[in-house]
Antibody, heavy 121, light 111 residues
Framework: QVQLQESGPGLVKPSQTLSLTCTVS??????????WSWIRQPPGKGLEWIGY???????YYNPSLKSRVTISVDTSKNQFSLKLSSVTAADTAVYYC?????????????WGQGTLVTVSS | QPVLTQSSSASASLGSSVKLTCTLSSGHSSYIIAWHQQQPGKAPRYLMK???????NKGSGVPDRFSGSSSGADRYLTISNLQSEDEADYYC?????????FGGGTKLTVL
């Protein structure tokens, strides 16, 4: 069974860049059957899709965040990463990495446990 | 891009059944969605993929008490024999043009 685990700093200063990595185990990130996704959830609020990446490096981003987001993949380490630049307090959230199946539908079928990132000086 | 609309809250008694609704916006009534459950303090968990025909495929380990159905632009999640651990937030999800979309979520209270 596939497992996803987020890692990275829990505290980021305003205007700096948030960087997180997701390590995938129990399956290959190079499988053509999935996209690898980042989703966030501000405290007490709903889910917001940030973007995803295919093993080939193709990326798709939420238009509202596109100017600040970069998602990359390292197939040799079975990892993918998120960078969000120029962060503000509004970027404080639990950040989840997840797997999106590429089938008759594109829906999220596995989630990481999430990691809280607080933006504060 | 589709919009998914969910009621903000629902409640039902222990041992009873509840039907949660996710409504697709105009022009997107045929779309496939997914349902996710988020228990307090935990990550979301994938429950099922649900088609416009009402056909659904559940994730691994999802109890038989969870089922899905559809009518037009509405997608339903029915939970039977409610248990205390079913008290959670429930989100629907769909996609279009390489963009994922989530509904606002329904907070289910088990009385």
């Amino acid at each position: 069974q596939v497992q996803l685990q987020e890692s990275g700093p829990g505290l980021v200063k305003p205007s700096q860049t948030l960087s997180l990595t997701c390590t995938v185990s129990g399956g290959s990130i190079s499988s053509g059957d999935y996209y690898w996704s980042w989703i966030r959830q501000p405290p007490g609020k709903g889910l917001e899709w940030i973007g995803y990446i295919y093993y080939s490096g193709s990326t798709y981003y939420n238009p509202s965040l596109k100017s600040r987001v970069t998602i990359s993949v390292d197939t040799s380490k079975n990892q993918f990463s998120l960078k969000l630049s120029s962060v503000t307090a509004a970027d404080t959230a639990v950040y989840y990495c997840a797997r999106v199946e590429v089938d008759t539908a594109m829906v999220t079928d596995y989630w990481g446990q999430g990691t809280l990132v607080t933006v504060s000086s | 891009q589709p919009v998914l609309t969910q009621s903000s809250s629902a409640s039902a008694s222990l041992g009873s059944s509840v039907k949660l609704t996710c409504t697709l916006s105009s022009g997107h009534s045929s779309y496939i969605i997914a349902w996710h459950q988020q228990q307090p303090g935990k990550a979301p968990r994938y429950l099922m993929k649900l088609e416009g025909s009402g056909s659904y495929n559940k994730g691994s380990g999802v109890p038989d008490r969870f089922s899905g159905s559809s009518s037009g632009a509405d997608r339903y999640l029915t939970i039977s024999n409610l248990q205390s651990e079913d008290e959670a937030d429930y989100y629907c999800e769909t996609w279009d043009s390489n963009t994922q979309v989530f509904g606002g979520g329904t907070k289910l209270t088990v009385l």
